[in-house]
């Protein structure tokens, strides 16, 4: 489900947004109950026919999703590993594209969390892209403590899935602030990314192009940082699709959720490990 700023009560400390946890914040770390009524589930995927690229992944997944919704698949694998997250936050970094948007979407309803976009929230709470744009230009140190303050508050809190911005893996403090849960590199080529939303755009806008390219290359050491990457590239080629535009939201999610249990297990090793005799 997505929350908007306005229902997060984000709220101006001087120059920087303060998000103040709504009132169901509490009992979203501990249960997976259903939503209040005020918060409306978002579907972030279009019901359709299992894809190509689906046949090979019912052996490596475990899940049969050729014979059942794509959705269904990705839900059962998010109930299978729902109980080790334990409520973990899910931290989805790399260039901000549709692709990255419609996933965080996607693993929030299927996990049953809260989704959160962190630019999104400066945005709101700055009154809109214009004034975050003159915020930035007019003061940045005041932007990139903006940037801080809504990742620290997002990171306090339990049961998310979070699109972060940029912001979040170009300083030391921010990427200390990831470590709260799990992150995951979403790596989209610029070309794809560059085309927008637009189904009908077939070249990528020279423009947007060179903003991501731009923000790409300052944010890249960040991007290493994370604890997992799903490239789309090489999904798609795992799958068997020679058009990476074809890898659906319901194949990426899979592929982040395996991705999620391989960490999950990993840490509970180490919790076994460390224990005494």
């Known amino acids: 489900m997505e929350i908007s700023a306005a229902s997060a009560s984000l709220a101006f400390t001087g120059n920087v947004p303060r998000l103040l946890p709504p009132f169901f914040y509490p009992q979203a770390r501990t249960t997976s109950s259903a939503p209040f009524s005020s918060v409306k589930p978002i579907s972030s995927h279009r019901r359709i026919a299992p894809s190509p690229c689906l046949a090979d992944q019912s052996a490596s997944t475990g899940v049969s999703v050729v014979d059942s919704d794509p959705i269904d698949a990705v839900k059962s694998k ?17 260039i901000n594209n549709h692709i990255k948007t419609n996933l965080g979407k996607l693993l929030a309803e299927s996990l049953r969390y809260y989704y959160f976009d962190s630019d999104n929230l400066i945005a709101e709470a700055a009154g809109g892209n214009a004034s975050v744009r003159a915020l930035k ?4 140190k005041a932007f990139k403590e903006s940037e801080t303050e809504v990742l620290k508050q997002l990171s ?6 979070v699109c972060a911005g940029d ?6 403090t921010n990427l200390a602030l990831l470590r709260h849960g799990i992150s995951i590199w979403i790596d989209v080529p610029l070309e794809i990314a560059a085309k ?16 991501l390219k731009a923000s790409y290359e300052k944010s890249r050491k960040g991007y290493d940082t994370a604890d997992a990457v799903i490239s789309l590239d090489r999904i798609a080629t795992k799958l068997g699709c020679e058009d990476l535009e074809t890898v659906t939201s319901e194949e990426l999610a899979l592929e982040v959720l395996k991705e999620i249990e391989k960490l999950t297990r990993v840490k509970k090793m180490m919790e076994e490990a460390s224990r005494p005799f």
């Open 78 to 94: 998010a109930m299978d590993i729902g109980p080790e997250l334990k409520g973990a936050s899910i931290f989805l970094v790399g």
């Open 137 to 140: 230009e007019a003061d940045e």
């Open 156 to 161: 306090s809190m339990g049961r998310l899935v």
């Open 167 to 172: 912001g979040a893996v170009q300083s030391l």
């Open 196 to 211: 927008g939303d637009d189904p009908f755009r077939s070249e990528p806008s020279p423009e947007l192009f060179d903003a």
